[in-house]
């Protein structure tokens, strides 16, 4: 196969039948760095974990899944021509958002009620698009506006009704199994038909928020099953790491990837009621 592109996380190849191999590292990034260690397992249980949500939002939007690959990292799927938007849908107030809403109460242009706080449910799940950043930069939040000039109105409405149903359902799943899904970001693309299509990977912890329904509580930070877990370390005292500096992240304690690796796992094994086999 011939290699195509390394990405924070992923590994991208291509066949000769012009199909491609995503293979998922156990890299983990943040703050637009990738760490060191890797998380032992983790690309194998965000790559199955994808696998299950596909199927389960297959009657919303059609994915680009071919086939799973020869190992459990690996899946085949067909190419698609991505849309230059990134596709964000919030239930509850948190990260990049709750920043947002303190500067000027609005979270990519929606206007938000006040008295909002950390961990707030939202009045109803709403669209926050931001832009796809180069690797190494941020990402930054755009309006629905800006989405329409990017990319037309009709296919800016697709993108915020098709997020918005893939979050409602991966919500509702979620939390008949105790977890609350805060957040979450998707990646749309057109296939060869010209057919908007569900890409990468989807409700994963690498690409959503997962908290524990029984411990959420606004006005404070949330424990959760996603890598906040990990920007927190980086962002504390023990860390001793100034994420606005200059200087590369620490490397990660034990400690710290044992603990997110157990985050991912039981969020997979929580979500899909399926022991993780490797």
């Given amino acids: 196969m011939k290699h195509l592109h390394a990405g924070k996380v992923r590994d ?3 066949t000769d039948e012009g199909l491609l191999l995503m293979v998922a590292s156990d890299r ?3 703050y637009d760095h990738v760490l060191e260690p890797d998380i032992p397992d983790k690309g194998a249980i965000l790559t199955q974990m994808s696998l299950w949500w596909f199927d389960q939002l297959r009657d919303l939007v059609p994915n680009h899944v071919v086939a799973p690959g020869d190992e459990a990292r690996g899946v085949l799927v067909k190419p698609l021509t991505m849309v230059q938007v990134e596709c964000v849908a919030r239930g509850y107030l948190a990260g990049g958002g709750l920043s947002e809403y303190r500067r000027d109460g609005m979270v ?3 206007r938000l009620p006040e008295g909002l706080t950390d961990g707030s449910r939202l009045p109803e799940p709403i669209f926050t698009p931001s832009t796809k950043a180069p690797m190494g930069e941020h990402d930054e939040p755009i309006s629905f506006a800006q989405v329409v000039a990017e990319v037309g109105a009709e296919t800016a409405e697709e993108l915020r009704r098709i997020t918005l149903a893939v979050y409602t359902r991966g919500a ?3 939390l008949e199994r105790g977890i609350i899904l805060a957040d979450t970001k998707i990646e749309l693309g057109w296939d060869a038909d010209g057919v908007l299509t569900l890409g990468d990977e989807v409700l994963t912890p690498d690409s959503s928020r997962f908290w524990p329904a029984d411990e959420w509580q606004p ?3 949330q424990p959760s099953f996603d890598k906040q877990y990990v920007r927190d370390w980086l962002t504390s005292p023990e860390s ?3 994420k606005n500096s200059t200087n ?3 490397r990660l304690p034990d400690k710290v990837v044992m603990r997110t690796r157990q985050r991912y796992l039981e ?3 929580r979500i899909t009621g399926t022991s993780f086999t490797g």
């Fill in 108 to 110: 990519s242009g929606v």
């Fill in 219 to 221: 006005g404070r930070p």
């Fill in 248 to 250: 590369p992240p620490p």
């Fill in 240 to 242: 001793g790491w100034d």
């Fill in 267 to 269: 969020a997979y094994e």
């Fill in 28 to 30: 983990i990034s943040a």
């Fill in 12 to 14: 991208l190849y291509q």
């Fill in 172 to 174: 509702e799943i979620a």
